[in-house]
């Protein structure tokens, strides 16, 4: 071995990394839009959009049902692959290209391949950041979505229906959600606030804790119709405090709501949090008035998740946590209306 | 048995190259053959002309999203799987790599904690998997550090332990996390260049040169490091200090592409491995440079694996771990435990 | 004759009972001193302390005049060749490479072995015979090819001393003394003082200019070898009845048969 390795590897290396950095630099992408408007998105960032847009790649299954509630299905070219799996969502939309998630990252170049005008995604967990940075750079707009409660929900159909060019569908849907939203509240506002009791609206984790909602949209639905969020209550700023029993056994909440994505995951949650000592000496079981509730977009009868569900999600809320005053409310009339209403194509 | 011959050593040094250019040419997107070579040699010949519509979107593909993409796997190969090498002399131990100083734990700590508790901007998890890994590092070296000296034995010792204590942080931090956010720790750990852009090549490559330069001019060191202690100090080495310096050049080496891409296991195992039974010696002026090579083309073709085997992405650490255990179980099973022997 | 080393009233401890206490020596170039003592008596961390592997808690140890605890590793490593009891590396290494080691001290921090290095390993390796098995993996080498390349490594130090630890542990009759015969030519041909340590008081007799008795960590007594190893002084340091036998070669000690029985 005569010759000197070191050498050849620092000018092959050398040699890669300028030619990479020379004709990075020589074809450096300049993007312009030709004619645009501003749209301010969820997370407050000014984007230029030539609207309606006739491609878009949206990267959560809420945002794609409503979308696909706007009549615009057709215009989504590619889906996140938690899409998949709604049953809400038309199935043309979920043989879409999956081009990823925001958990485990998109394939950047399956999102250019499909040409979209514009990416719909959460911001704020995940590899989002990361993300929304690069497609940015690739002159990609990035509409940016999140939820914190029902208005956002109201505002993010809105925004979606001034993106698709479907206004008018936009806000038939949002008058059908309001109206009814606006009857809970103000239903809500006649509970005197001793006739209020203390909900816990949780999940129970395969170790035994209980993942509650706390200042989350689901959460903040408890005490809109009526209830007392004992979660929110006693942690304001945490959107999921993690719970064990003990404190479970403090709060003893008049009602205690467990959801679940499918009835095998609402039964073996109830199989584990029955097993425990404490569940006998809870209020909430002694007074029957123990819920379950489906949620997501699993299965058929899943009501309560982000997208104009969450409706039919509050009603049911509304009638475990106050049967008397919610007693007139025909919540399968109204779901009903809803799905043929906006879900039939 | 005869030296490796020069042609080989040049063929499997070279290697990268042509795999540089495979690499340029796979992805989702399609881009025709003669397009891709006018957009990559227009500089140097003018007379190959593109001037389709779709020229500035190709250009997009190949300049904003395949070329740092592969340079970060091919530079990253090469800090796994010399790091690897380098370690396993300076521990005189064929079967350890770059996690066994902690880095790994420290690195998911640090992105753990950034993920968890701070506001998600971006570079902050970067810069935070890159000071735990560097962390863990100088915890495991302090404590194995005993009157002046740190001992190989007490070394991996404290590895454990550091690692096991980070585990542990990490474990609680998973257990105050909400789930969503949980959700991105795991898949942090996953190791994944899926989203990895300029600002990447440019967090870390500078880095892994800079610590790959220093092991290269270290290279023959390393064969007398790894002799054992005192027969590295009776031939003029002053080992505490040289081993000190070669566990920082790899810790920089390593953390400096994990805090950027995540944990990837597997490499800086099997490549070092591989090498040694490819060239049938040892030598460390042989076995680093190829390593480098074949570490880089080995991660490269994996991730050209994660990245256009489906539309969406696949975590290339899951890739490298399918074909890397397998494949180490294979090379110890057919050659018995010293694998690299004759 | 030029002093390579002298030992000067050193004193060594590990912290428990063992120590070396109050040793002088002095070697001079081109002479074999050969230790010679029961096991524990402290022959291993002598050649530890002279090569300043382990620090003396008082006297001091000169190697061609210099005090060796203030030496920098590749300072000691260009006067001092340390040969261990062959032993199986983790990575095998080449014969050529392994002698190429003993280049090391003589190599910038972020040098690799040149031509020339290169050069002198395959001169060190063909003085001690072993030039054909250049390209062996050193691991498969017989064990006493195996010490003869350490030797040759040492060589490739261009050392002023040479030290050995039980060159002829687990070596074959033969190659005990082939090793030591090469290592008393090399002493004589270059010059190098060498020490090492034997088990055999008749090995002693027969390859080195010099003996020193040790026992419980002290020397017991120094001097050529025919005034060393003497019966009465063997028998006290081994605590074993010898015989002397008297042959045309000189006379060796065999122990006498009456204290197994």
């Not at chain 1, 950095?21 to 004619?35: Q, Y």
């Not at chain 2, 063929?11 to 795999?19: E, G, Y």
């Not at chain 3, 002598?46 to 005090?67: M, Q, S, Y």
Request: glycine residues 8%; proline residues 5%; contains cysteine.
């Amino acid at each position: 071995m005569r010759i000197r390795p070191v050498i050849v590897i620092l000018a092959l290396t050398t040699l890669i990394v300028s030619a990479g950095f020379f004709l990075t630099i020589a074809n450096f992408p300049i993007n312009t839009l030709p004619s645009s408007i501003t749209i301010q998105d969820m997370s407050g960032r000014s984007v230029a959009l030539s609207v309606p847009v006739n491609r878009a790649v949206i990267l959560n299954s809420y945002w794609n049902e409503i979308a696909s509630t706007l009549g615009v299905s057709d215009k989504i070219v590619g889906i996140d692959k938690y899409t998949i799996s709604s049953i809400y969502i038309p199935k043309a939309v979920r043989e879409r290209p999956v081009v990823g998630d925001l958990f485990g990252g998109v394939n950047l170049e399956t999102i250019l391949s499909l040409k979209p005008d514009v990416v719909i995604m959460d911001f704020g967990y995940g590899k989002s950041g990361d993300i929304i940075k690069s497609l940015e750079s690739l002159g990609i707009p990035v509409i940016c979505m999140y939820s914190n409660n029902f208005n956002d929900q109201i505002n993010a159909i809105r925004l979606l229906g001034k993106i698709f060019g479907t206004e008018a569908r936009a806000e038939s849907l949002i008058n059908f959600l309001e109206i009814r939203h606006s009857v809970l509240i103000s239903t809500t506002s006649r509970i005197p606030a001793n006739e209020r009791p203390t909900v816990l609206l949780c999940r129970v984790e395969k170790d035994g804790l209980l993942t509650a909602y706390g200042n989350s949209t689901w959460g903040k639905i408890v005490e809109d119709v009526g209830g007392i969020n004992i979660a929110l209550r006693s942690f304001p700023s945490q959107s999921w405090p993690k719970i064990n029993l003990e404190t479970l056994l403090v709060w003893n909440p008049d009602i205690i709501i467990i959801v679940g994505y499918d009835d095998a995951a609402l039964k073996s949650q109830l199989d584990l949090i029955m097993k425990s000592s404490v569940w006998g000496n809870l209020k909430a079981v002694k007074d029957s008035r123990v819920y379950t509730v489906l949620i997501g977009s699993r299965t058929e009868g899943a009501y309560l998740d982000w997208g104009p569900r969450m409706l039919i999600g509050e009603m049911k809320l509304a009638k475990m946590i106050q049967p008397k005053y919610f007693s007139d409310l025909n919540v399968d009339l109204v779901s009903d209306l809803l799905i043929s209403t906006y879900y039939s194509k | 048995m005869p030296r490796l011959r020069k042609s080989v050593f040049l063929l499997l040094l070279l290697l990268p190259l042509p795999v540089f250019f495979l690499s340029l040419t796979i992805g989702s997107y399609q881009i025709p053959f003669d397009e891709l070579l006018a957009i990559l040699f227009q500089g140097i010949a003018p007379f190959l002309n593109s001037d389709s519509s779709q020229t500035q979107i190709y250009r997009d593909v190949i300049f904003m999203i395949r070329l740092p993409r592969i340079l970060l796997a091919l530079f990253g190969g090469i800090a796994l799987s010399v790091s690897g090498a380098s370690l396993q002399s300076v521990f005189k131990n064929p079967l350890v790599d770059s996690y066994i100083l902690g880095l790994s734990a420290g690195a998911g700590l640090g992105a753990a904690l950034a993920i968890a508790f701070l506001p998600n901007i971006i570079g902050l998890t970067q810069l935070f998997a890159f000071l735990f890994s560097f962390m863990a590092f100088m915890l495991t070296y302090f404590v194995a550090r005993d009157r002046g000296q740190a001992s190989t034995v007490s070394l991996v010792l404290a590895g454990v332990i550091v690692t096991a204590l980070f585990s542990a942080a990490l474990s609680m931090i998973k257990f105050f996390t909400v789930p969503e956010k949980l959700s991105s720790v795991v898949y942090w750990l996953m190791g994944s260049m899926a989203v990895s852009g300029w600002k990447e090549v440019l967090y870390s490559v500078p880095l892994i040169l800079l610590s790959f330069l220093i092991i290269t001019l270290m290279r023959w060191r390393l064969n007398v490091l790894s002799m054992g202690d005192e027969e590295a100090k009776s031939l003029g080495i002053n080992v505490e200090r040289d081993r000190l310096v070669v566990l920082l050049t790899t810790t920089l080496m390593v953390s400096s592409f994990v805090s950027v891409a995540g944990i990837i296991g597997w490499v800086g195992l099997v490549i070092p491995h591989l090498v040694r039974m490819l060239v049938r010696t040892p030598d460390n002026r042989i076995v680093i440079p190829i390593s480098a090579s074949l570490g880089g083309v080995f991660l490269l073709l994996a991730d050209d694996v994660a990245r256009s085997l489906t539309s969406y992405e696949l975590p290339v650490g899951v890739i490298t771990t399918i074909i890397g255990a397998p494949f180490f179980l294979y090379l110890l099973k057919k050659r018995g435990g010293g694998s690299w022997r004759q | 004759m030029e002093t390579i080393v002298s030992v000067k009233d050193l004193s060594f401890s590990y912290g428990g009972s063992f120590k070396l206490s109050s040793i002088t020596l002095n070697v001079e170039a081109g002479t074999v001193l050969a230790l010679l003592g029961p096991n524990g008596c402290g022959k291993t961390t002598l050649l530890k302390c002279i090569n300043a592997l382990l620090k003396p808690e008082k006297g001091k140890v000169l190697i061609d005049g210099k005090n060796a605890h203030e030496l920098k590793r590749w300072e000691i490593a260009r006067l001092v060749g340390y040969v261990p009891q062959a032993h199986v590396p983790p990575f095998p290494y080449s014969t050529l490479d392994l002698v190429l080691m003993g280049r090391t001290a003589h190599l910038e921090f972020f040098q690799q072995p040149s031509n020339l290095d290169q050069q002198i390993a395959e001169q060190a390796l063909r003085m001690v015979g072993l030039s054909h098995l250049g390209h062996r993996p050193y691991d498969q080498l017989s064990g006493g090819e195996r010490q003869l390349a350490l030797i040759a490594r040492a060589i490739a130090q261009e050392p002023k001393l040479l030290l050995l630890d039980e060159p002829t542990a687990h070596l074959d009759f033969k190659n005990q003394f082939l090793v030591l015969d090469m290592v008393r030519r090399i002493s004589r041909e270059n010059g190098i003082g060498v020490i090492m340590s034997l088990h055999d008081p008749n090995q002693a007799i027969m390859f080195s200019d010099a003996v020193a008795l040790m026992k419980n960590g002290s020397i017991f007594a120094v001097g050529p070898p025919h005034s060393v190893v003497t019966r009465e002084k063997i028998e006290t340091i081994y605590e074993i009845s010898v015989r002397i036998v008297k042959h045309t070669d000189g006379s060796f000690i065999i122990p006498s048969m009456e204290s197994f029985s």
